[in-house]
């Protein structure tokens, strides 16, 4: 059985970084792509970057420049490093792993930005 585990979520001040990380547990084969994605309280979850198997990269223009996604195949572990964080960004960010026969999701880790 596959799960995604996160970590790295937690309090940090505006301008400050954070450094989530997605793993994958059990036999899940190829992932084809590896997202993040966050979801404030009453609103649509909304993609914050992806990548791909072969390396490209896609992100939110609100996080262009600050957050930067990266992938450990050896480990079926995806990265999000978020440098110069803002108050808005405050809410629950999710892993996604896209592999041919499935989408699996994270749990969920709470990232929070406030003096």
């Known amino acids: 059985q596959v799960q995604l585990v996160e970590s790295g979520g937690g309090l940090v001040q505006p301008g400050g970084s954070l450094r989530l990380s997605c793993a994958a547990s059990?036999?899940?084969?190829?992932?084809?792509?590896m997202g993040w994605y966050r979801q404030a309280p009453g609103k649509q979850r909304e993609l914050v970057a992806v990548i791909t198997i072969g390396g490209s990269t896609n992100y939110a223009d609100s996080v262009k420049g600050r957050l930067t996604i990266s992938r450990d195949d050896a480990k079926n572990t995806a990265y999000l490093q978020m440098n110069v964080l803002k108050p808005e960004d405050t809410t629950v960010y999710y892993c996604?792993?896209?592999?041919?026969?499935?989408?699996?999701w994270g749990q969920g880790t709470q990232v929070t930005v406030s003096s």
């Open positions: 996604d792993f896209e592999t041919r026969l499935f989408n699996y």
């Open positions: 059990g036999s899940i084969g190829s992932i084809y792509a």
